[in-house]
């Protein structure tokens, strides 16, 4: 088929999709091109998944506003489906990959899933059909990893199929609103390709699609992603800063932005979730052999690391017992406010060296299963209290009532969640990130 014939297809809603990866990522695109009126199937290794999904069930933990209600329709209007079986891809003319891409210890891509799903496709490509990746790589890795990838058993690139990458802007709590609002970078790997894709995204995207090419898409992800990483590490080196000259970091913010040009991001406790953490270094291994000196990039990821253990000094100044002997309850344990998401959540640092110190810690979250409970009870007797999540349920504490029920009227805000004023007002001593000690 010659991508005019896709063009066709795509434009008179007959081209029929594949999903590869029911995620975060995945499902909600499956079911908005499935809302749009396309026929989609969708491939996923996890047999509880697609059985789930096939119930038109969401797998998607978390409140995911309208996800539920469009795989249900889709489902019910038998233009979604689930499997395991890459047979389904055979008469499909579009396939979108969206699995997990992360990084090792060494902070090496972790690229297995994307092989796999590459290498399972090849073997029931359609002739003519176009694959895009949405998954977030490193520069490079469409021509270094994908291409040849689908290029065995004799399949040619713009001969036997067409490739691009459209870097998928999701995040938890908003997937569906971010898909159909938030601009898209459509990389391909001609021109042609490009303008291909960018008439399959018009049909569930309403904000601009940007047509380039497949090595600026990998980039422009991957750097959006290490920009954000690199300011908060600024915001956080300079919370250090005014901690060790008696400043206020959020006022010494507030005036900083109102000069223009600057938006000094918000310190904290440390960077968490399934992308910033992880895409500097997709960005810095698309130069690994390069000879490219990356310093800043590396710096950003170490001082964001440093952050928890930053917060377990704080704590251990703030006590007014040896931590050994202490009952610390800690505030949050998601790696976002109003989230449920844990990933490389910085409380995880946080409470793991707290109890690798002999501390007893608590761990309180309104929205993790396991955390619920009474914050109060829970801060019955303990000698601080850490602050590390800005949940609204710890921005409307009674803070007296905080005050009276710790053993010693201790809190480590390591977010700026409490009014530091108000909490002082109420008892309690505050220590916290970017405050003068
Ligand atoms: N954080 C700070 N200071 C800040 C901003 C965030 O310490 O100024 C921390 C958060 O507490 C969290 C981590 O960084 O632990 C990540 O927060 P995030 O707001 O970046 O949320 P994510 O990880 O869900 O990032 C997603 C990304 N979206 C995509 O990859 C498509 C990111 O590119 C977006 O910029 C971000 O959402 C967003 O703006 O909401």
Known sequence: MLLDELREKIDRIEARLAVIGLGYVGLPVACAFASAGFDVVGLELRSDRVECINRGVSPIDG???????????????????ATADY???????VILIAVETPVDENNVPHYQALRSAAGALAKELKPGALVIVESTIAPGTMAGVVRPALETAGLQLNRDFYLGNCPERVMPGKLLRNLHGVSRVVGGMTPETAETMLALYRHIVQADLDATDCVTAELVKTVENAYRDVQIAFANEVALICEAVGGDV???????????????HLPGAGVGGHCIPKDPWLLAHGVHDKGV???????????????????????????????????????GY??????????NSPSEILVRHLCDLGAQV????????????????????????VVM???????????????????????????AVLDRTRA???GLQVWGVGLPR
């Open 87 to 93: 047979l389904a891809i055979a008469d499909r003319d």
């Open 334 to 343: 998601a790696y976002l406010e109003e989230s449920d998401d844990t990933r």
């Open 424 to 426: 002082e007002m109420a």
């Open 63 to 81: 409140n995911e506003p309208g996800l539920a209600e469009l795989l249900a329709d889709a489902i019910a209007a038998q233009r979604f489906r």
């Open 389 to 415: 999540v800005k949940h609204r349920a710890y921005t409307e504490l009674d803070l007296a009532a905080l005050a009276r029920a710790l053993r010693a009227p201790v809190v480590v805000d390591a977010r």
């Open 250 to 264: 959020w006022r010494v913010r507030g005036l900083v932005n109102k000069s223009p040009g600057r938006q000094m």
């Open 293 to 331: 000196p990356l310093r800043v990039i590396p710096a950003a990821r170490a001082v964001n690391n440093s952050m928890p253990l930053h917060v377990v000094d704080l704590v251990q100044q703030a006590l007014r017992c040896d931590v050994c002997r202490a009952r610390i309850l800690v505030l």
């Open 362 to 385: 608590l761990v309180h979250d309104p929205y993790v299963s396991g955390y619920q409970g009474n914050i109060l009870a829970m801060a019955r007797g303990c000698d601080a209290a």
